[in-house]
């Protein structure tokens, strides 16, 4: 991280520190996130369950989950572009390949998938197979399935820039202002409530037949990465204003709470999936925060943390490996503590502090040894990028 020398839209610049830092920000989300699993109603599955419960983190996994991984996907798809530009299709593949391709195969194959067959195995693997194919393979997947889909979209993405010459022309789109942003959560709400008819939160199939996917949210994924790839031609992340930036933090923060009041008053009638008018509500709510959210972050942090910082800088440098390590380190905490008597709250915090120092100290540690670099998604020690892997 740092100020580096990158061309972009033709001519020299500073690296965006800024973005490297909310990048490392959407990793903390993701692990807080899981932090909070063990202690509230989560709609899906989680390895602990403790005594201590609570109901209010039903809106916290509501409110998180409306933009946590859609704001990775964003900020992922900027930097597709101008590596696709500097390396050419197969450099780019293969970059890809390297990775995130070598750690996805590598804990999906070597890691998850001995152990869940060791702890739920069936007699004839055929039956074991079938079972996670069922579940949409997600036991294996596990919080990977976004590094494959990521992977997939940089496909889809080399796809559409060997057919499409004007796309790789592109440059200085226009900014979009507040009716585009609204007209296009209006959209997007309605693509995201027509496929939870069929799909309801929290239910994983197997997405193009080898990975999971929670169709619920994968409208807001493709075209969270599609609209990060635009920004970039559009340079939209430096060029809007402080001011509408802010603008949209504050929808994106007051429809956040806004969860918590509804859940808080028994207001909470919106619905997972299906026609009924509770389903649009929740695909329209979590768009909206989505879309406010993440465009008032990027401009909050652009000019908070738009400065080099060393701290910052190996935190940053260790995210991917967070990202993969941090189940283990938080299930292990969360299990450690189960026997505590504890407010579920407080046993939250101890897990988010505990669980995020820990993720990031053992990457950056594993980070350390030539073997496991390769698996974690690092490159040799020359290379200065701080997340090589989102780009």
Not at 66 to 73: D, I, Q
Not at 209 to 222: D, N, S
Request: some cysteine; charged content about 10%.
């Amino acid at each position: 991280m740092g100020y580096q020398s990158d061309l972009v839209h033709g001519h020299v610049e500073k690296r965006l520190v800024f973005i490297d830092t909310l990048r490392l920000a959407a990793v903390v989300f993701v692990i807080v996130h899981h932090a909070a699993q063990a202690y509230g109603p989560t709609g899906g599955f989680w390895p602990v369950h403790d005594r201590a419960q609570s109901d209010w983190f039903t809106p916290f996994y509501t409110a998180n989950a409306a933009f946590g991984m859609g704001l990775m996907f964003l900020l992922a798809g900027y930097f597709v572009p101008p590596s696709y530009d500097r390396k050419g299709a197969r450099r780019f593949l293969m970059g890809r390949w390297r990775r995130i391709g070598i750690p996805l195969a590598t804990f999906v194959l070597l890691v998850h998938l001995p152990v869940v067959y060791l702890v739920e195995g069936a007699p004839q693997s055929q039956l074991f197979f079938t079972g996670l194919y069922e579940r949409g393979w997600q036991p294996i997947y596990l919080h990977l399935w976004f590094v494959a889909h990521l992977l997939l979209y940089c496909l889809a993405y080399v796809a559409l820039r060997q057919t499409s010459g004007s796309l790789g022309r592109a440059r200085k789109l226009p900014l979009p202002g507040h009716a585009a942003i609204a007209s296009f959560i209006a959209a997007l709400a309605l693509v995201t409530w027509f496929v939870r008819v069929w799909y309801p939160v929290d239910k994983w199939v197997p997405f193009l037949l080898i990975m999971p996917a929670e169709l619920a949210h994968v409208p807001q994924y493709m075209a969270f990465f599609a609209v990060g790839a635009l920004a970039y031609h559009g340079d939209w992340f430096r060029r809007m204003s402080t001011t509408d930036g802010l603008i949209w933090l504050a929808v994106g923060v007051i429809a956040s709470g806004g969860i918590y009041v509804a859940f808080g008053f028994g207001w909470w009638k919106m619905a997972p999936g299906g026609l009924g008018l509770e389903s649009l509500m929740r695909s329209s709510w979590e768009t909206v925060i989505a879309v406010g959210a993440s465009t008032g972050l990027i401009i909050a942090f652009r000019e908070l943390f738009d400065r080099p910082n060393h701290l910052l800088r190996v935190m940053a440098e260790a995210s991917f490996g967070a990202y993969i390590l941090h189940p283990a380190i938080v299930v292990a905490l969360q299990a450690a503590i189960a026997d505590l008597t504890m407010a579920a709250f407080v046993k939250f915090v101890y897990v988010s502090l505990l669980g995020t120092a820990g993720a990031f100290a053992v990457a950056h540690l594993a980070r350390q040894l030539p073997g496991i670099r390769a698996v974690l998604g690092a490159t040799s020690h020359g290379e200065t990028s701080s997340v090589s892997w989102w780009s």
